[in-house]
């Protein structure tokens, strides 16, 4: 298996016009084209994809968003396309190459590809939610060669110095490996989450140190906490410590009331220095006010949102499924109607149906 063959030479059931142009080097470096997974029928019940053949069906027909190669975009679906490659390939289960070649290669005694929820040291999963409270989640995916292998802190950092120091899984000296983890430069860095969980890889490069931080809860806490502590090596310091952008919107909101969120969030949002995107932000908190079924207040930041980009389908597929969460198809029909005229053939990221049925 080469860096650019193209997918048509693993018979992977992708059409023609898509297989014969997207190569390895694209799908790792997230040039291939593919859209992420999030899309409507996963985001519905992610707990139902639960083979690696079912997620792969989710977006083999669709279009690509760009021509491979020609931009960026990150997608977890092209290392899934990855892994069923590498099956195919190996005629072995994507968990079977992970501890053959990997955990049992390195002796990481306590890493698994599976959840394993009785597990001396498994941890419980919570989401930090917008009013500064905790909730439980529990497992809300499946693990996939996109993510969710489970380990210890001790064992992520065994495999990033047997990755970057030793020759048990790459070799040294490899132009290609040099290349793609950098490194003949300084530093390194590894992040992901989900639900319930985040973590974090710092590489310092330089002067031989790993950092590895584990969450148990998600919003990125892993990254924050591994970047202060890479800052306070380097710099002796680190930077103010402050509200998470969802709570800092939530508190603004309830202190200031409606009318004043309204006319003064954006500013105050900019000027407290946050520099996260806040359409994201506005539309995350709208959400979980959803989830709660906070019908005011979830509205109000809705709509909102739609105040600040109002040519945005987007904004108004948000909308749309606030009405259906409250039971209005109606008026879920009608806003959903505003996203596809100002962009036609617009799909929802919510309701796979588009708010047909």
């Not at 994507?94 to 049992?104: A, P, S, V, W």
């Not at 220095?273 to 908190?285: A, C, T």
Request: charged share 25%; net charge negative.
């Amino acid at each position: 298996m080469k860096l650019n063959d193209t997918l048509d030479k693993f018979d992977l059931g992708f059409p023609q016009e898509v297989s014969s142009k997207i190569t390895i080097e694209h799908l790792l470096n997230h040039r291939s084209g593919f859209e992420d997974i999030f899309i409507a029928e996963y985001r519905e019940n992610q707990l139902a994809f639960d083979t690696l053949s079912k997620k792969l069906a989710l977006l083999k027909n669709s279009s690509l968003l760009f021509e491979p190669g020609s931009d960026h975009r990150y997608s977890n679906y092209g290392y899934i396309v990855l892994g069923a490659i590498l099956e195919k390939v190996s005629k072995s289960s994507y968990e079977q190459l992970l501890n053959r070649n990997i955990f049992e290669r390195i002796h990481l005694n306590n890493t698994t590809l599976k959840v394993e929820n009785f597990a001396k040291g498994q941890s419980t999963r919570y989401s930090y939610l917008y009013d500064s409270s905790i909730k439980e989640v529990g497992v809300t995916e499946h693990p996939d060669p996109a993510g969710g292998i489970e380990s210890t802190v001790e064992g992520v950092q065994k495999f990033y110095r047997e990755l970057f120091y030793g020759n048990k899984l790459l070799s040294q000296t490899s132009a290609i490996n040099i290349k793609a983890f950098a490194m003949g430069g300084d530093h390194w860095g590894a992040y992901g989450g989900g639900a319930g969980v985040s973590a974090a890889v710092e590489v310092d490069l330089v002067n031989n140190i790993e950092i590895v931080v584990l969450a148990n809860t998600d919003n990125l806490v892993a990254e924050l906490i591994s970047g202060r502590i890479l800052s306070y090596i380097n710099k002796g310091s680190y930077e103010t410590i402050k509200l998470l952008e969802i709570n800092f919107a939530y508190n603004y909101y309830k202190e200031e009331g409606k009318d004043k969120f309204y006319d003064s969030f954006k500013d105050e949002y900019k000027k407290a220095g946050y520099s996260k995107f806040i359409g994201r932000v506005i539309n995350e908190l709208g959400m979980q006010l959803l989830e709660v079924k906070s019908w005011d207040e979830a509205f109000d930041i809705m709509n909102y949102l739609s105040s600040i980009f109002p040519k945005a389908p987007q904004v108004y597929d948000s909308l749309a499924f606030a009405h259906y969460k409250k039971g209005d198809l109606k008026k879920a029909k009608i806003t959903f109607q505003k996203a596809q005229e100002l962009k036609p053939g617009f799909q929802s990221d919510y309701i796979s149906s588009n708010y047909e049925n």
